[in-house]
């Protein structure tokens, strides 16, 4: 089974900056879409952002402008590029590989913690 792993949270001080790494112990060439997650204390985990395998990215309304998704399939690992960060995008942040065709399941990371303090 493929697994994800999430690098990259921190403590960091409103306005500074973080990358969030995916590293899949498998290749990522064939699957379809990645996706970053994040669940904040006592919210619903939502979707942040995601890539489709040409490329294709979609922002949460909540982050447009500040978030970058990437991917580097070559290295089976998936960004987020976080630039000026608010307390509000505190949460523990999850990486996704959604069932698609080709992948038969769901998989996700064990998430990293992100605490922006103001």
């Known amino acids: 089974q493929m697994q994800l792993v999430e690098s990259g949270g921190g403590l960091v001080q409103a306005g500074g900056s973080l990358r969030l790494s995916c590293l899949a112990s498998?290749?990522?060439?064939?699957?379809?879409?990645m996706a970053w997650y994040r669940q904040a204390p006592g919210k619903q985990r939502e979707l942040v952002a995601l890539?489709?395998?040409?490329?294709?990215?979609n922002y949460a309304d909540s982050v447009k402008g500040r978030f970058t998704i990437s991917r580097d399939n070559a290295k089976n690992t998936v960004y987020l590029q976080m630039n000026a960060l608010k307390p509000e995008d505190t949460a523990v942040y999850y990486c996704?590989?959604?069932?698609?065709?080709?992948?038969?399941?769901?998989?996700w990371g064990q998430g990293t913690q992100v605490t922006v303090s103001s």
């Open positions: 996704n590989a959604p069932r698609s065709p080709g992948l038969p399941r769901d998989y």
């Open positions: 890539i489709t395998s040409s490329g294709s990215t």
């Open positions: 498998e290749s990522i060439f064939s699957i379809h879409l």
